[in-house]
């Protein structure tokens, strides 16, 4: 049996909240900085903020105290197994499933027989989830009819996996890939609550009908914004995730209404502007250079077109 219950309140913070976070100190600091750059996510009426996420490794028949927090949980079981509990109530959750827990909800959780990998966010929900008339009280309702755990669809298993990837990536870690990740898992987690009792979000509402897709393109746009010095091109993103180029094409086409070669064109452009603006102690020569140009009088050609000014002049502005 779990102890005996003793409430304890997580406060909203982005920092380490389990004794079992120890042998995943490097993962959970990149997963900090990657909520560090996501703004709110809005899915209907509902505007999801992540207050915590974080890789748990509980050792094989540890236990969690009961407790409460104001947050909606959802975790995933990457590997070994868990049992929850909830108000008196046994809920086994196995690997590759998720555990769903609403706001304000005593609980409490035993690991099984072998060690076990659990993704965990503590998500803060405006409106609050008990006004009965938003969209947020009714997904409570769903998490309890799932009985506050399901098994997450080939699309959001992959999402998470990814995300695992990325965080493990010692040197090659890119928070603006991690965060695209978090995003979709999150939006996919939210779609399937909604779905499973036929809720719909208000007209209007920003769905997203191509997840797979949606992650693609959010790939392709971080990747290609953190190599701009590199001279990233549309083959090297393509390269990058595995896909074509004519398909990454497509989906710069179709998110963004222009191709990659003019996405990568005003990026170096926005870039320039606020190197320019910003480090007057580089000379024009490194603007371009970090721009991602070998030639500076091409470059100097190319923002004056844009611009209608040279670099060395924007910069005394």
């Not at 995943?24 to 997963?31: I, S, V, Y």
């Not at 915590?52 to 540890?62: E, G, N, R």
Request: with cysteine.
């Amino acid at each position: 049996m779990l102890p005996r219950p003793r409430l304890g309140v997580y406060g909203p913070t982005r920092e380490l909240t389990s004794p079992f976070d120890g042998p995943c100190t490097a993962e959970n600091a990149r997963l900090a900085r990657a909520v560090g750059a996501m703004g709110p996510l809005w899915f209907g009426d509902m505007k999801i903020r992540t207050e915590i996420l974080h890789l748990t490794c509980p050792p094989p028949k540890s236990t969690a105290r009961y407790h409460l927090h104001p947050f909606l949980e959802v975790t995933y079981v990457r590997a070994g197994g868990m049992d929850y509990c909830l108000e008196g109530r046994g809920i086994p959750v196995r690997q590759g499933e998720i555990f769903l827990m609403p706001p304000e909800t005593v609980h409490g959780w035993r690991s099984r027989s072998r060690p076990a990998t659990l993704f965990g966010f503590l998500l803060s929900i405006s409106p609050a989830t008990n006004r009965t008339d938003s969209l947020a009280f009714r997904l409570g309702q769903a998490a309890a009819g799932l009985g506050y755990r399901f098994r997450p669809a080939p699309d959001l298993r992959a999402a998470f996996e990814a995300l695992c990837s990325e965080v493990r990536r010692e040197r090659s870690f890119q928070q603006e890939v991690a965060a695209a990740d978090v995003r979709l898992i999150l939006m996919l987690v939210f779609r399937h609550v909604s779905d499973f009792l036929g809720l719909k979000p208000p007209a209007g509402a920003q769905e997203e009908p191509d997840s797979r897709g949606d992650r693609l393109f959010l790939q392709a746009k971080a990747f290609l914004e953190a190599n701009l010095a590199f001279g990233a091109s549309l083959l090297d993103a393509a390269r990058h995730l595995g896909i074509s180029a004519r398909h990454v094409n497509r989906l710069f086409k179709a998110r963004q209404g222009i191709s990659v070669g003019r996405f990568v064109a005003a990026a170096r452009l926005e870039l320039a502007k606020d190197l320019l603006r910003e480090r007057s102690d580089l000379a024009v020569k490194s603007v371009a250079a970090l721009c991602g140009f070998s030639d500076v009088s091409y470059f100097c050609r190319f923002f004056r077109e844009r611009i209608g000014k040279s670099p060395a002049r924007f910069g005394r502005l």
